[in-house]
């Protein structure tokens, strides 16, 4: 089963009109690529990158290169739910051999990070942003310590809770759910709750005329 932690990022207003920025950049480059999965039918994330990597860095030479791949990885993912899962009502044995419908990523869509693009040492949250890097404060209880050292770090992002709160979410395979804040005097609550399959509301699901 897969846990997150979640981390509230404190963010001044120049922070957050960095973060949105970033964030509306990353759509875009889904966007671009989704097209492509709907037409090809192929979203592996290896031929993918093969593929339509350096088309995107020429088209989009401001996200850099490591974010790029971060965005054909959540193109790649959102396809595997939408067209793969059993659940979704858009599954392949439910189309069959006809058109796929389009994804289209909203501007809320999370944005990919990994340990090119993110890192924590030494109590300092480091992320990047189309201006260079970000720099956060950060103090995690031992507990939550204690959870990064016994699980597997899957996939870090970046969401914004419906309170415009910016928070970055570590998924990890096995352990507790735990939602971190960053403020010092903020409590830590933890509960059991799995990572949900469902077809996120960032996500756009287009059927064909």
């Avoid at 858009?90 to 069959?96: A, C, D, S």
């Amino acid at each position: 089963m897969n846990s997150m932690i979640r981390v509230s990022l404190e963010t001044t207003p120049q922070q957050a009109a960095r973060l949105s920025a970033l964030r509306t950049l990353f759509a875009q480059v889904c966007n671009e690529l989704a097209p492509h999965v709907q037409r090809t039918r192929v979203w592996n994330r290896v031929a993918l990158h093969h593929a339509h990597y350096r088309q995107l860095r020429e088209k989009f030479p401001a996200l850099g290169s490591q974010m790029v791949c971060n965005a054909i990885y959540a193109v790649s993912k959102m396809a595997r739910l939408v067209y793969q899962s059993p659940a979704s009502p858009y599954n392949l044995n439910r189309i069959g051999r006809g058109r796929l419908p389009l994804l289209r990523f909203s501007e809320s869509c999370p944005v990919y990070f990994d340990s090119h693009t993110l890192s924590i040492r030494q109590g300092r949250l480091s992320l990047y942003t189309l201006d260079g890097r970000m720099h956060f404060h950060l103090t995690l209880a031992p507990s939550v310590l204690e959870t990064f050292s016994r699980a597997r770090l899957r996939e870090i992002f970046l969401s914004q809770r419906p309170g415009g709160v910016f928070e970055l979410v570590f998924v990890l395979l096995g352990g507790a759910t735990m939602q971190v804040f960053v403020e010092p005097a903020a409590p830590v609550r933890a509960s059991t709750a799995p990572v949900a399959a469902a077809i996120p509301d960032y996500l756009i699901v287009e059927e064909p005329a």
